[in-house]
Nanobody
Framework: QVQLVESGGALVQAGGSLRVSCAAS????????MGWFRQAPGKEREFVAAINWSAGRTYYADPVKGRFAISRDNAKNTVYLQMNALKPEDTALYYC???????????????WGQGTQVTVSS
């Protein structure tokens, strides 16, 4: 049974930085790709970033390119999302997701965490 647990969400000021983490358990090939998605109130869940097992490929949504960085530590079964130059529009519930292959479509992912709240004040 794959379990994903996010942590690290917080209230930060605009321009600040934050790192959120996702600890995975029960993964085999089913966690080949780990992704971060976010959902703001009243909006659809949207893709943020993803990374494959070898960390050789990373993927980013246009709004976060150059500001966010995804990484993974396979020895710790943990994925990180380093968020810099945060903006109020980055405010959302951030979810970790896992699947066998990459997709920017949230519906393609089989496994999800419960989410961690990131709030950016102006």
């Amino acid at each position: 049974q794959v379990q994903l647990v996010e942590s690290g969400g917080a209230l930060v000021q605009a321009g600040g930085s934050l790192r959120v983490s996702c600890a995975a358990s029960g993964c085999t090939f089913r966690c080949y790709v780990m992704g971060w998605f976010r959902q703001a109130p009243g909006k659809e869940r949207e893709f943020v970033a993803a990374i494959n097992w070898s960390a050789g490929r990373t993927y980013y949504a246009d709004p976060v390119k150059g500001r966010f960085a995804i990484s993974r530590d396979n020895a710790k079964n943990t994925v990180y999302l380093q968020m810099n130059a945060l903006k109020p529009e980055d405010t959302a519930l951030y979810y970790c997701a896992a699947d066998e292959r990459y997709s920017p479509n949230y519906a393609a992912y089989d496994f999800w965490g419960q989410g961690t709240q990131v709030t950016v004040s102006s």
